[in-house]
């Protein structure tokens, strides 16, 4: 169960221990599936808050302790309709479709008018926000929540993200994720891209579902399983932020079922059927 202010033992390939302080995701184009293998689409209401259309934000974080940048209220369900039938299986998939994902975030409705999940024209959305401090190591760089209100606002090369200081050697204070689109192509800086070579959007599909018995869970410690936690690829952002060339993405784009760096994955653990 996530909880800000907690501490988390054993994560990662070195059994790293932190604590979270921040955990959000846009899921969208939600459906069920029903006995004939026909996925049918879940409509959302549109509570002018935290859905809208076909995306829905999740956060699990409450802006106590150490998630003093996100927000009081936590989401952790969505709410829509189906018509009746006899569904076995779920689908959704993690991030925000194309069409919305390169809006200004400004002037956005809700949940999508979110700046901390945003990067700018070119990227889109955060689609997936995941920082974790770390409490292994002593050693600690420059404080990662000022970076990143720097973020939001700092200019960036037409097919690149935004970051925080790059100079980050070795150990380090935690590690971040950051999921969203890359090599996203436009003709002006502040033009909508038409394409972006790296989506990183992902369809998940649980054949056996049942709406009434069963839960979906997002499981951070299966996320991070592949990586190593406590450091960090010399001159890239802490952690991984999508950068098709930053190392320390590899476990995290495999276990999201994404390829990396030209390698095609296999089926994304992230999330889970309980």
């Given at each position: 169960?996530?909880?800000?202010g ?5 994560l990662?390939k ?19 599936i ?10 959302l ?41 006899n ?19 400004t ?5 999508l ?17 995941l920082?974790?401090?770390?409490l292994?190591?002593?050693?600690m ?6 970076g ?5 606002t700092?200019s ?15 150990s380090?204070a ?15 800086k502040n ?17 056996n ?10 499981d ?17 952002p ?17 276990n ?8 095609v ?10």
């Open positions: 169960m996530f909880k800000c907690e501490s988390y033992r054993d990662g070195t059994a790293t221990t932190v604590t979270p302080t921040d955990f959000r995701f846009y899921i969208s184009e939600i459906a069920l029903d006995d004939r293998g026909k996925a049918v689409p879940v409509t209401k549109q509570d002018g808050k935290w859905q809208y259309q076909n995306v829905a934000l999740l956060d699990f974080e409450n802006k106590s302790g150490a998630c003093a940048n996100g927000t009081l209220e936590i989401r952790d369900r969505i709410v829509g309709t189906i018509p009746k039938g569904y076995k299986g779920l689908q959704f998939t993690l991030g925000v479709p194309f069409n919305l994902n390169h809006e200004d975030a002037l956005a409705p809700s949940p008018n979110l700046t901390s999940l945003w990067w700018n024209w070119r990227g889109g959305y955060k689609f997936l926000r920082e974790l401090k770390n292994t190591k002593s050693t760089p420059a404080s990662h929540s000022q990143d209100r720097l973020l939001e700092a960036t090369k037409p097919d690149q993200h935004s970051h925080e200081n790059n100079q980050n050697h070795g380090t935690g590690f971040v994720i950051h999921l969203g689109s890359t090599g996203c192509k436009a003709e002006e033009q909508k891209p038409n394409i972006c070579t790296n989506p990183n959007t992902t369809k998940v599909v649980f054949d579902f049942d709406r009434v018995k069963n839960t979906v869970v997002a951070i410690k299966s996320l991070v399983a592949n990586t190593n936690l406590a450091i960090n690829q010399p001159n890239t802490p952690g991984c932020m999508s950068d098709p060339k930053d190392s320390d993405c590899a476990g995290i784009m495999n999201l079922g994404l390829s990396f760096d030209g390698k994955t296999g089926e994304q653990t992230f999330f889970q059927v309980k």
